[in-house]
């Protein structure tokens, strides 16, 4: 549930993972005004450390620490409910997993472009992104638990702070490790170019445009994904509403708000 990008490769890899639980973008206005669970069995929201509500097992409504007994409409709803919730979930991680891959293949095309196919930069990068890659997968297991504070942070520090370092280590550690082979790559440039630095400043300012313009047409379509992850969002404040309106239990908690401006998608 957590949208919008930063920059750079930063900007594909950490589109889910924004700070604060209010996210806007272009279209997009999401607000989640609790903390949240999610684990095989249950799904709670929590204010002030308390649970405020919870589903069990996709069916069982208790607000306040009491079962709500249902009829089969009202069942019908919070069931939904249920599983949408749920299914937004695997939609974050494969936003996740798409933007790290896709943050892959546009450094692999920059380094290519600069030191040819194949090259060690890029094969060290790619190693390690796909290291990264797999700890998002693990972390995402449907076994595991799926926990936003009520600050809107994950538990899970990896999903925070630490992860957006851990990007940057990995790039500038690679980048470090690989400084001889840039500089011989400079080098060549610099022959094939005669000598003329101003041609060689060219080619380099190339590169570094190459650079911004594949990690900014990806971060693009990652955008794009992110905000049909607010659609789910949107749904399930529909059907939130409902459940406001017609469990009186529920009437007084709104802890989701979606809005999308963009009528052609809804």
């Keep these: 549930m957590k949208l919008l990008l930063a920059s750079a490769i930063l900007l594909t890899t950490t589109s889910a993972f924004a700070h604060d639980r209010h996210i806007s973008s272009d279209g997009c206005d999401v607000d989640l005004d609790a903390g949240l669970r999610i684990n095989k069995n249950l799904i709670e929201f929590i204010q ?9 097992n996709n069916e ?6 009491q079962e709500v007994d ?6 019908s709803i919070v069931s939904e409910y249920s599983t949408q919730i749920r299914a937004v979930v695997p939609e974050v991680k494969v936003l996740a997993l798409d933007a790290i891959n896709l943050a892959t293949e546009g450094v692999n095309l920059a380094f ?9 930069i890029g094969a060290e990068l790619t190693m390690q992104l796909h290291a990264v890659r797999d700890e998002v997968e693990q ?13 809107g942070e994950f538990a899970d520090e990896f999903f925070g702070e630490e992860f957006e370092q851990r990007i940057e280590d990995v ?6 490790n690989s400084m001889g082979s840039l500089l011989i790559a400079v080098g060549q440039e610099m022959l094939f170019a005669g000598g003329d630095m101003e041609a060689f400043e060219t080619r380099m300012e190339n ?17 794009q994904r ?37 009528n052609d998608k809804i």
Aim: net charge negative; with cysteine; hydrophobic share 35%.
């Design 48 to 56: 002030k450390k308390q649970p405020i509500y919870q589903i069990i």
């Design 112 to 120: 290519d472009e600069l030191l040819g196919e194949g090259n060690d």
């Design 226 to 262: 992110g905000e049909a992850l607010c659609f789910s969002v949107y749904k399930i404040d529909q059907l939130e509403q409902q459940l406001q309106s017609q469990i009186s239990e529920m009437s007084e908690f709104d802890v989701i708000s979606a809005d999308i401006t963009h």
């Design 139 to 151: 972390r995402f297991a449907s076994d595991k638990e799926f926990y936003i504070d009520e600050q």
């Design 70 to 75: 249902l009829d089969s409409h009202q069942q």
């Design 60 to 65: 069982t409504l208790i607000v306040n620490g």
């Design 207 to 223: 590169f570094g445009e190459q650079i911004e313009h594949e990690m900014e047409s990806r971060a693009s379509e990652i955008e």
């Design 171 to 176: 790039v500038e550690q690679t980048i470090q």
